[in-house]
């Protein structure tokens, strides 16, 4: 088995907090939702067909006269999504007089080159990659500053989290016409190749489960074996689906890999979403949700069956918050929604990011990266190889030195760090660490239960925004 | 009617300057022939074919440690031809310690991604881009890097001439990580969408010839008016044909619009390679060849058929310099050399290059840019639509003060300078201006016949250069 290094906790999230976010920001709504026909292929003319992008507009606090536009590289997912979940975005609009422009990434959300056929096969799947979606944001973006009066000058900044942070980034590098500067929040650029160890992400994941509570990491590492002992017999496995409430029940070993690979991936979610405070994600959670997980997982020297009790009562946490669950969905984590297809063919293809596990530095049972079982998966899944040095290639690896204007901020909570820019590269390659913050929490609203380090952080980087369109005016 | 602009001159030039240079720089030929597998499509992952992609490898100067390679982006054509017409690259290499490559441009010479296909129809063709040349140079020198023993670290400078050298300074813009630098020589990279007024180019093609001879330009403008009074009878045809020495006697008034476009061709011909000593180029040329073809057209009050007799001359001199021709071949400069086919397709697609003339401003008769007559005759030709702003998406029009590291050359006599760079951006985008120079003069091997200017452009080119390998060096 191999790990697709899905941004899992992201698919989770969708759907829900959207239309909450929505409804707790009634009042200041994106102001129109709009399709802008876009080429679908921009690197070939063969193809010449478009489709309908979506993008979303919010300009109420835009300064007419060449105001600045705070661009959303959108990611993986629908748009309305990021959208609401992106209140740093509404928080600053108006101290920069600034128009938000949120677009949605092809193959995602509503922006489906080839509608219900978008991912039928290998050949409708073709115009998905990072560049084409840049692309998309280039001719979008030319195309705002001559249809909107007073645009044309308006200094534009890319702002984007987890991929859509590396879009970010990557848009500043290649189109650094188009946008003044980039915010990439909680971007693994560097998790390809081996550009850096394998092994970092799990260990911050780990990491987290560590500092959360005594015992806590001990007794998730311990889980696996009391997990494998019981899974040996028939019995062992009713046990487990009772134990675990799962709504199927376990049949076999595969089962029981199953079962473990979504705990695991529960625990990686919730190090992506360790907020200070209560947030509504897949689940409603309370703060520090890490912390109340680890109540449970207190004494890692248990028997096998009690330990496997208190992962449950951890697990129910995360997916049972509100009580209401009558029974726990394994088959969650691999939910067939349209965003997590479109990601796995871009882990399939462009976005391979190298992931791997000891058991000794991490919590995890031990798994090395194996390429030849992705490639193997990926060929039988869509048709397709990945072509792991390509992202090197075309955006630079750690050679990134002679772009500017890039700001790369990261969570010390958050695994997707790992990949991360966490040391300044240049005077205007910065990084911006947010020892407290989990993945992305700079780009959510303000809220008073905020650590200080994430309200600095955001103070900087209004900063360089504030420097960047400065500077885009004087050039003017 | 319209112009598809290509770079006619260059096609001309190909084929046989290629086999004499060879000879003349025999005892410094290029050391290898290679062929690297490079991939059809970068940017889709549905195709996954590869093709030999050809490359020249010249490493006699090259200091094994690091020392830097120079890298020639190749444009339209037989990459052996430019190997051999860049002599420039070969006089420097002692001095750099440097290795020399020279990439071929996909479709074009022997580096067909289908074969004797890759032709036959748009979704054949459908991979011919800049960007997917650019592509296949990064991840070529990626692999040179990586194979050849002691280039680890060799800093990379992308040179290149005419459209490559629009590829040289896009290489640098797109792929700063791969190329410390680039020489762009009489690259156009403004000749699009509205960045330079269409007719500048024909005005300073009238200008080389008004300057070379009284009453030289005020002959050709009024050559037009001659050819269309004579081709209005069957009579006049007939004394054309004869008069020009055609292969082909002209027919109709069809034939004549030819006759005028194959001369309008020679012109411009000529203003490229008006170099200040003798060379072989389409036909062995004298020194500042535009000096001699005016000395035929001093008169323009001539009635028709004496000027027409004097224009005869003065294209007999470039197309017979060596008085073996029995004819002169109209078809010549629309021969179906794969080069040119490859060359249409990009014009039509990528490469649209509005082009004009008004007859006042220059010595052309008067015809607007008609992108509608393009884009027609494209679809026709290939099945495809020429999309006019992507390019200036692409690599940001006028908008490029962001990067860094590039000389942009031009000469002054050369028609293409009208597209070109031809003020410093920024201390690091620099343009050089060669007012005696013609198209890429200083990419051209010394000679004692050179003038100041493009000694002193070359010496400053140079100097660019090992600026920027010191400064690679220092940051490695």
């Given at each position: 088995?191999?790990?697709?290094?899905?941004?899992?906790?992201?698919?989770?999230?969708?759907?829900?907090?959207?239309?909450?976010?929505?409804?707790?920001?009634r009042?200041?709504?994106f102001?129109?939702?709009?399709?802008?026909?876009?080429?679908?292929?921009?690197?070939?003319?063969?193809?010449?067909?478009?489709?309908?992008q979506?993008?979303?507009?919010?300009?109420?606090h835009?300064?007419?006269?060449?105001?600045?536009?705070?661009?959303?590289?959108?990611?993986?997912?629908?748009?309305?999504?990021?959208?609401?979940?992106?209140?740093?975005?509404?928080?600053?609009?108006?101290?920069?007089?600034?128009?938000?422009?949120?677009a949605?990434?092809?193959?995602?959300?509503?922006?489906?080159?080839?509608?219900?056929?978008?991912?039928?096969?290998?050949?409708?799947?073709?115009?998905?990659?990072?560049?084409?979606?840049?692309?998309?944001?280039?001719?979008?973006?030319?195309?705002?500053?001559?249809?909107?009066?007073?645009?044309?000058?308006?200094?534009?900044?890319?702002?984007?989290?987890?991929?859509?942070?590396?879009?970010?980034?990557?848009?500043?590098?290649?189109?650094?016409?188009?946008v003044?500067?980039?915010?990439?929040?909680?971007?693994p650029?560097?998790?390809?190749?081996?550009l850096?160890?394998?092994?970092?992400?799990?260990?911050?994941?780990?990491?987290?489960?560590?500092?959360?509570?005594?015992?806590?990491?001990?007794?998730?590492?311990?889980?696996?074996?009391?997990?494998?002992?019981?899974?040996?017999?028939?019995?062992?496995?009713q046990?487990?689906?009772?134990?675990?409430?799962l709504?199927?029940?376990?049949?076999?070993?595969?089962?029981?890999?199953?079962?473990?690979?979504?705990?695991?991936?529960?625990?990686?979610?919730?190090?992506?979403?360790?907020?200070p405070?209560?947030?509504?994600?897949?689940?409603?959670?309370?703060?520090?949700?890490?912390?109340e997980?680890?109540?449970?997982?207190?004494?890692?020297?248990?028997?096998?069956?009690?330990?496997?009790?208190?992962?449950?009562?951890?697990?129910?946490?995360?997916?049972?918050?509100?009580?209401?669950?009558?029974?726990?969905?394994?088959?969650e984590?691999?939910?067939?929604n349209?965003?997590?297809l479109?990601?796995?063919?871009?882990?399939?293809?462009?976005?391979?990011?190298?992931?791997?596990?000891?058991?000794?530095?991490?919590?995890?049972?031990?798994?090395?990266?194996?390429?030849?079982?992705?490639?193997?998966?990926?060929?039988?899944?869509?048709?397709?190889?990945?072509?792991?040095?390509?992202?090197?290639?075309?955006?630079?690896?750690?050679?990134?030195?002679?772009?500017?204007?890039?700001?790369?901020?990261?969570?010390?909570?958050?695994?997707?760090?790992?990949?991360?820019?966490?040391?300044?590269?240049?005077?205007?390659?910065?990084?911006?660490?947010?020892?407290?913050?989990?993945?992305?929490l700079?780009l959510?609203?303000?809220?008073?239960?905020?650590?200080?380090?994430?309200?600095?952080?955001?103070?900087?980087?209004?900063?360089?925004?504030?420097?960047?369109?400065?500077?885009?005016?004087?050039?003017?």
């Open positions: 088995m191999y790990r697709l290094p899905i941004f899992v906790g992201q698919w989770k999230e969708l759907g829900r907090v959207c239309e909450l976010v929505k409804i707790a920001r009042e200041e709504a102001h129109e939702t709009l399709k802008n026909l876009s080429i679908i292929d921009h690197f070939g003319f063969d193809e010449n067909l478009t489709f309908q979506r993008y979303l507009v919010a300009d109420q835009w300064k007419k006269d060449n105001g600045p536009i705070l661009f959303y590289t959108g990611n993986e997912g629908d748009i309305t999504w990021f959208c609401n979940n992106t209140g740093f975005m509404w928080d600053v609009a108006e101290e920069l007089n600034a128009m938000l422009v949120f949605e990434h092809r193959y995602y959300g509503e922006s489906l080159p080839f509608g219900n056929e978008s991912f039928s096969d290998s050949k409708h799947l073709n115009y998905l990659t990072s560049e084409q979606a840049l692309a998309d944001f280039a001719v979008l973006i030319e195309y705002l500053k001559t249809t909107i009066a007073g645009a044309r000058y308006s200094p534009v900044i890319a702002i984007g989290g987890s991929y859509g942070g590396m879009l970010a980034a990557w848009f500043r590098m290649k189109y650094p016409h188009v003044v500067g980039a915010l990439a929040a909680s971007a650029i560097w998790q390809f190749g081996d850096v160890p394998c092994g970092t992400y799990f260990s911050i994941v780990t990491n987290d489960f560590k500092k959360s509570g005594t015992g806590c990491s001990e007794s998730i590492r311990n889980s696996w074996n009391a997990i494998n002992h019981l899974s040996s017999t028939d019995a062992g496995l046990w487990l689906s009772s134990t675990f409430h709504c199927s029940p376990l049949k076999n070993l595969q089962d029981a890999a199953l079962l473990k690979n979504w705990l695991s991936e529960t625990w990686i979610n919730l190090a992506m979403v360790n907020y405070y209560k947030a509504d994600f897949l689940q409603p959670l309370p703060a520090w949700p890490i912390q997980v680890c109540k449970f997982l207190k004494d890692p020297s248990l028997s096998d069956k009690f330990l496997l009790q208190n992962v449950f009562q951890a697990v129910n946490l995360y997916y049972n918050y509100s009580g209401e669950a009558s029974c726990l969905d394994m088959s984590t691999a939910t067939k349209l965003g997590q479109g990601w796995y063919y871009q882990a399939c293809t462009e976005m391979v990011m190298p992931m791997c596990t000891d058991g000794v530095n991490d919590m995890f049972e031990p798994q090395k990266w194996d390429f030849d079982a992705l490639s193997e998966e990926c060929y039988k899944l869509w048709g397709v190889r990945p072509r792991p040095s390509w992202i090197l290639s075309m955006y630079g690896g750690k050679n990134i030195s002679s772009h500017s204007n890039i700001v790369f901020s990261n969570g010390g909570l958050d695994p997707w760090s790992a990949g991360g820019v966490t040391q300044n590269i240049t005077d205007s390659l910065v990084a911006i660490v947010i020892p407290d913050g989990a993945h992305h700079d959510r609203s303000r809220n008073p239960l905020d650590p200080k380090s994430v309200q600095q952080a955001r103070a900087l980087e209004i900063r360089y925004m504030k420097q960047w369109i400065e500077k885009a005016r004087r050039n003017h």
